[in-house]
């Protein structure tokens, strides 16, 4: 469906905000002085998640390095890092029962590790706050430093997460400061290290049918087991604009598409985002823990 100014097709209604399980995590989150990609990234899918008790914490602040064309995050040079951050956001996991976590942030690529070490103690603290929660992260590209890399996986995450958002064509429109090779190579070091790994892409920027499945082919040839496939939404004016809406039966064709190429999950349709529904789909226990 091509893109009519100031109109959006009837499977993008969403969830409105309320209730009692959402205004408790929207009272975790303010009083802990914490920032959500809910809010910050304009989620269309606040309303649902908080109602059903779950959000994802952003970290290393509010204000991102980079500047992409489809997030509505604000960029600009970033505040003194919180070295509190990981225990509020340990504490908030507590406060709202969480068996599954999903921990995201901006780039910070003026710091020398691009704060992979507080993802790592942000880890540490909410396992060692909520036992057995179990830890998705969906972390930056580090601009390729695998010594970043190798801190988060260290701390043992349950799923690593990065996005490789579009097709490799629309990079330098997209992603203008991100790299389609850095991406991959990103995927392929953390599943060669043996973590559980997940990427997104995004539909209604430019890209065409056969674009979307060679990228999905090269996601899969990095070991990566679950994908996220969902409708871009354009936060502003400012952003890029809406190629066209998805219908929800393409969308489905993709996630035919993704698991013949071997995807353990694929999680697709026109509000899927990263961490859409995440807690669904969380990759098997270790033998000694399942028994």
Request: glycine share 8%; with cysteine; hydrophobic share 35%.
């Amino acid at each position: 469906m091509r893109v009519t100014t100031g109109t959006r097709p009837p499977w993008l209604r969403v969830t409105a905000p309320g209730g009692e399980v959402f205004q408790e995590v929207d009272r975790a989150v303010a009083g802990l002085d914490l920032h959500t990609v809910c809010q910050s990234a304009a989620c269309p899918n606040q309303g649902e998640c908080w109602g059903r008790g779950t959000a994802t914490f952003m970290i290393l602040g509010n204000v991102c390095t980079r500047s992409c064309g489809f997030c509505a995050v604000k960029t600009g040079r970033p505040e003194e890092l919180d070295l509190d951050e990981p225990r509020r956001v340990a504490e908030a996991v507590r406060r709202m029962d969480l068996e599954y976590a999903v921990i995201t942030s901006v780039n910070r690529d003026e710091l020398v590790d691009g704060g992979a070490a507080i993802f790592a103690d942000t880890i540490d603290r909410i396992r060692s706050s909520r036992p057995g929660c179990r830890v998705e992260v969906l972390i930056p590209d580090f601009q390729g430093d695998p010594a970043a890399l190798q801190t988060i996986l260290d701390a043992g995450p349950d799923v690593l997460n990065h996005n490789t958002e579009t097709v490799p064509r629309l990079y330098s429109l997209v992603r203008p400061q991100a790299r389609y090779t850095r991406t991959l190579d990103l995927l392929r070091r953390a599943s060669r290290a043996g973590a559980w790994t997940k990427s997104g892409i995004m539909l209604g920027l430019g890209e065409v049918r056969q674009e979307v499945l060679s990228t999905l082919q090269d996601i899969a040839a990095t070991g990566c087991r679950i994908i996220t496939i969902g409708q871009y939404l354009r936060p502003s004016t400012r952003h890029i604009p809406i190629d066209r809406y998805v219908r929800p039966e393409e969308f489905q064709d993709y996630r035919r598409a993704a698991l013949a190429m071997g995807f353990d999950h694929c999680e697709s349709g026109p509000l899927v985002r990263s961490s859409y529904r995440a807690e669904s789909h969380p990759p098997p226990l270790p033998a000694a823990s399942a028994r």
